[in-house]
């Protein structure tokens, strides 16, 4: 949706023309950043697609990467329900903090980011030549092939499933052989170009597509 859109709403005069701005990583749901945006860097991040800051020391817009080149592509955003804050998705180019860490808020983060966190280490491990006294087991998995990750996420589902079974009260088993699965799944879905945000984009179809159906039975 266009900033012309749904600026309307935003309550500028409240903090003489300037609003906070929440910085979200769109796929990892990391905090990256705090900032604050004006009406006409609002403008610029929607036509340039990367987001744009007012700049208090600068006193001046100022888009974020244009000396560093760690830029951060805009993916949407939301005000909040007084209309006097944002919360802007992105996807950032290069770490976010001058720190060089991918947060400013290093190194707070959500538990459930660190699975996007593991899958760029997998993802990375992808690219890296193998050297047959790599002691890395996710480069000694990609160098076995297709069929033998394939084969691994298939023992490791039934593992899990074995585990689930138990007549053992404790769970430890159960999550030990469930994050062996995950794992090896991320591997697997690397090895085959995709990654673990493309599960999620299905699910919230089918989620939506079943709220659908509910709703016209």
């Known amino acids: 949706m266009l900033i012309k859109n749904k600026h309307q709403k935003l309550n500028w005069a409240k903090n003489h023309g300037l609003i906070p701005a929440i910085v979200q990583h769109a796929r990892s749901g990391e905090v990256l950043m705090l900032g604050h945006v004006s009406k006409e860097s609002m403008i610029k991040t929607e036509q340039t697609k990367h987001v744009t800051f007012?700049?208090?020391?600068?006193?001046?817009l100022w888009t974020k990467g244009e000396t560093s080149g760690n830029t951060l592509k805009l993916i949407n955003w939301y005000s909040d329900c007084d209309h006097d804050t944002l919360l802007i998705f992105v996807v950032p180019h290069g770490p976010t903090c001058h720190n060089n860490t991918s947060s400013c808020f290093h190194p707070g983060i959500a538990d459930l980011s660190f699975l996007y966190q593991?899958?760029?280490?997998?993802?990375?491990?992808?690219?890296?030549?193998?050297?047959?006294?790599?002691?890395?087991?996710?480069?000694?998995?990609?160098?076995?092939?297709?069929?033998?990750?394939?084969?691994?996420?298939?023992?490791?589902?039934?593992?899990?499933?074995?585990?689930?079974?138990?007549?053992?009260?404790?769970?430890?088993?159960?999550?030990?052989?469930?994050?062996d699965l995950i794992y090896h799944l991320l591997v697997l879905l690397q090895c085959k170009s995709s990654t673990f945000n493309a599960i999620i984009q299905e699910l919230k179809i089918r989620h939506h597509n079943n709220k659908q159906i509910e709703h016209n039975i």
Do not use: H, M, W
Request: aromatic residues 6%; glycine residues 4%.
């Open 54 to 60: 007012f700049s208090r020391s600068k006193n001046r």
């Open 118 to 179: 593991l899958e760029k280490i997998i993802s990375e491990k992808k690219n890296i030549p193998f050297r047959p006294n790599d002691s890395s087991y996710t480069s000694r998995l990609y160098a076995s092939g297709i069929k033998r990750i394939a084969q691994k996420v298939g023992e490791e589902g039934l593992e899990t499933a074995l585990a689930a079974l138990s007549t053992d009260c404790d769970t430890t088993e159960l999550i030990n052989e469930a994050s």
